[in-house]
């Protein structure tokens, strides 16, 4: 029920023998000196989540994804030296992501639309072929839903959902306390609900 | 198609795993590593930044300040707000003006500031003459929302009598209720006993078993004696506080009743129950405010979260009851009994007026008590047709449950019932016994499902009551042992900051 992603921990960590925020941060502390080994972990830690978020962003293209997780990774070591460490880096991280996602889509040849429902590549390993299809296409109804949403609720809870970032990681980002971050959440079910609603009936 | 709610939204939202990236991928982006990493972060940058940070940290430090202010005008005012919340009430018309109502009154008051001042622990119960005959008030109290002038009144007049003089008086009646606890009060079978002291007897004996018991005494003893004598003004406004604390309590404890199983064995509830608590309570923890009694309901908390009952393997629905004693317990006879069901997330097969029975067996069980319910409760009676549920629509109810002295293991304590239609019209019952061998589990040894569900459950009471921070550091303890078995839940892990926060905003 809960996708858990092996990273980064929603509960923000702290209770755990191996926190992850920390061994992130001594990562890019040597990645700052130059340490490629580090980078290279980086990203074999990282790649996965970016990777799921941006499959979800593009309604299921994994194609797609992957093309647009590279461009990410590009951008992001690009951009380190403005990295100034005041969030995670795998937060800093989705959010290069997500802007990289927003370019593409806004391209003039952009393949994939935030208005067009598209199509929604169905994973082999999932058994039965009815709950399947249902399942697909709810995911397809939901993601223009949510693509639909204003951008600060549409960040939020992507962000939130399937880049697996917790409210407080999202909230430094915002620069927005965790309860704006939660009230965008609420905000957000609401106009999904009622988007919902509307396309079922 | 009814709206989805947001829990609805939530699961889908979080539905599907997480797709696995194509091979090569990784290797690409190993590849697209820049030689030169460093780049950037050359040392007049740094320099720079440095500076820049300076910058940053002096005005952090002065919007930490301001705000630091802000937030302590903005945690003041609630309590304001309760003033006039209680002032309000306080010129409503009384209508209940019996002297035995007062006294019952008087008695929920002092429950109410006994648990806000000694962290749960219970008052003495009355004699059962009078809690059988005083019933009725009660229940009227029980049943309207809006109830509570008398009892404020009451906890009015008791304003004059000194800090000092409380504290004593609690300690008190904490010896006296040790007492009872010990030797369970025959009134619990006197039909039907009054809720407030039900409540009070099961809630609060937990606590006085809560290993920190002894150091929280010694707190309060402290307080109780050297406490400086408050400015008048903020005596008066200390007192305003305190009794809105009282009135709010006394509200909160005189519902959720004690029913006797002689005179009702059956209890219904909702399978549908609105959602809009837990975004309240939570969205008020988070601003730093206590949320308003009346927002927290303790089933729609109970069910935010998702409890491992297993999708149907055949059929429309699975329903699954277990039992263990409670944690909260002031004898060995209290349990809590958990009934989840959970509904095909099969589409096709359709569940139509489901319709859920509890049926106590008065041979076994004494008295029962459904958490919560309390504003969602003429939700059965208003829709005698049931509920129609969606698939994948779970549910979980829990129940505080007083068993019979000397019930044999093989005993029925119940039985479960679930009447529904299927999609095709087709009429059917899922039926579970529960008995006493399902019922006896140790809390420790109780599922991770139940110790959650009772956690929750007492987070609420405690948000009802308004109780003390000493309760809430022990819920917290709970809390990190639950937690630690729902590793990787983002709402088991909101719940623990949620109940950090209570322990921060409670007196």
Same mark, same amino acid.
């Given at each position: 029920m809960n996708t858990i992603l092996s990273f980064p921990s929603r509960d923000g960590g702290g209770t755990t023998l191996t926190d992850p925020e920390a061994d992130e941060a001594e990562l890019v502390r040597s990645l700052r000196e130059g340490d490629r080994n580090a980078a290279e972990e980086l990203v074999t830690i990282t790649y996965q989540t970016i990777y799921a978020s941006l499959f979800r962003l593009c309604g299921g293209d994994g194609d797609l994804a992957a093309d647009l997780t590279q461009e990410s990774y590009r951008r992001a070591w690009a951009a380190l030296p403005q990295f100034r460490g005041g969030s995670r880096f795998s937060t800093w991280l989705y959010r290069i992501a997500y802007t990289t996602f927003l370019n593409h889509v806004r391209r003039p040849r952009r393949v994939v639309s935030m208005d067009e429902e598209a199509a929604v590549q169905v994973q082999d390993s999932r058994p039965g072929a009815e709950e399947l299809l249902a399942s697909a296409e709810e995911a397809g109804i939901l993601r223009r839903a949510v693509l639909a949403l204003p951008d600060e609720l549409r960040f939020t809870v992507t962000a939130h959902f399937w880049g697996g970032l917790a409210v407080r990681e999202i909230a430094e980002l915002e620069h927005v306390t965790g309860a704006a971050i939660r009230k965008r959440l609420h905000k957000a079910f609401d106009m999904l609900g009622v988007t919902l609603s509307g396309e079922a009936s | 198609m009814t709206r989805p709610d947001r829990?609805? =939204?939530?699961?889908?939202? +979080?539905?599907?795993?997480?797709?696995? $990236?194509?091979?090569?991928?990784?290797?690409?982006?190993?590849?697209? =590593?820049?030689?030169?990493?460093?780049?950037?972060?050359?040392?007049?940058?740094?320099? =720079?930044?440095?500076?820049?940070q300076g910058w940053l940290a002096a005005a952090s430090l002065i919007a930490v300040v301001g705000m630091g202010y802000v937030m302590l005008r903005v945690f003041d005012t609630p309590e304001f707000q309760n003033e006039a919340f209680v002032a309000e009430r306080a010129t409503a018309p009384s209508t209940e003006t019996s002297p035995r109502a007062e006294a019952l009154s008087e008695f929920d008051a002092d429950a109410a500031g006994v648990g806000n001042e000694l962290g749960g622990t219970a008052p003495a119960a009355p004699s059962s003459a009078a809690m059988s005959k005083d019933f009725p008030v009660t229940q009227v109290a029980s049943d309207d929302a809006r109830t509570g002038p008398e009892s404020f009144s009451r906890?009015?007049?008791?304003?004059? +009598?000194?800090?000092?003089?409380?504290?004593?008086?609690?300690?008190?009646?904490?010896?006296?209720?040790?007492?009872?606890?010990?030797?369970?009060?025959?009134?619990?079978?006197?039909?039907? $006993?009054?809720?407030?002291?039900?409540?009070?007897?099961?809630?609060?004996?937990?606590?006085?078993?809560?290993?920190?018991?002894?150091?929280?005494?010694?707190?309060?003893?402290?307080?109780?004696?050297?406490?400086?004598?408050?400015?008048?003004?903020?005596?008066?406004?200390?007192?305003?506080?305190?009794?809105?604390?009282?009135? =709010?309590?006394?509200?909160?404890?005189?519902?959720?009743?004690?029913?006797?199983?002689?005179?009702?064995?059956?209890?219904?509830?909702?399978?549908?129950?609105?959602d809009s608590s837990w975004a309240l309570v939570s969205s008020a923890l988070m601003n730093g405010r206590l949320p308003v009694p009346e927002s927290v309901r303790p089933e729609e908390l109970i069910n935010y979260f998702r409890y491992s009952d297993t999708e149907p393997a055949r059929g429309e629905v699975t329903l699954r009851t277990e039992g263990a004693e409670s944690p909260m317990r002031a004898d060995a006879s209290e349990h809590l009994l958990r009934v989840g069901v959970r509904v095909s997330s099969n589409p096709d097969l359709a569940v139509r007026g489901a319709k859920m029975q509890v049926e106590f067996n008065p041979d076994s069980v004494e008295a029962y008590r459904l958490v919560g319910y309390e504003q969602n409760k003429g939700r059965s009676a208003a829709m005698p047709q049931g509920d129609d549920l969606a698939p994948g629509h779970r549910v979980t109810a829990l129940y505080e449950v007083r068993v019979g002295p000397e019930v044999a293991t093989s005993a029925q304590v119940g039985t479960v019932r679930l009447q529904y239609e299927t999609g095709k019209g087709e009429k059917k019952e899922v039926e579970q016994v529960i008995r006493k061998s399902d019922m006896g589990r140790s809390w420790s040894d109780a599922s991770r499902d139940l110790q959650l569900a009772g956690l929750v459950s007492d987070w609420a009471s405690l948000l009802q009551r308004r109780g003390s921070q000493a309760e809430a550091a022990a819920l917290g303890r709970r809390a990190a042992a639950v937690s630690g078995k729902w590793e990787g839940d983002r709402r088991v892990a909101e719940l623990v900051d949620l109940i950090r926060a209570t322990a921060e905003l409670l007196p």
């Open positions: - | 829990n609805d =939204i939530e699961r889908m939202l +979080a539905a599907g795993d997480a797709p696995k $990236p194509p091979e090569g991928l990784l290797e690409r982006l190993h590849a697209d =590593i820049p030689e030169d990493l460093a780049t950037g972060v050359k040392e007049e940058k740094r320099e =720079i930044s440095f500076w820049r906890a009015q007049k008791r304003q004059g +009598a000194s800090r000092d003089e409380e504290y004593r008086e609690s300690f008190e009646v904490t010896g006296r209720e040790r007492v009872t606890a010990a030797a369970p009060a025959p009134a619990a079978l006197a039909p039907p $006993p009054p809720p407030a002291a039900a409540q009070a007897e099961g809630r609060a004996g937990a606590f006085a078993q809560e290993p920190a018991n002894d150091r929280l005494e010694e707190t309060r003893a402290e307080r109780s004696v050297s406490a400086p004598r408050p400015t008048p003004a903020l005596a008066a406004r200390t007192d305003a506080a305190k009794s809105a604390d009282r009135s =709010i309590t006394a509200r909160a404890m005189s519902t959720g009743e004690l029913v006797d199983t002689e005179a009702d064995p059956v209890s219904t509830f909702g399978l549908r129950l609105p």
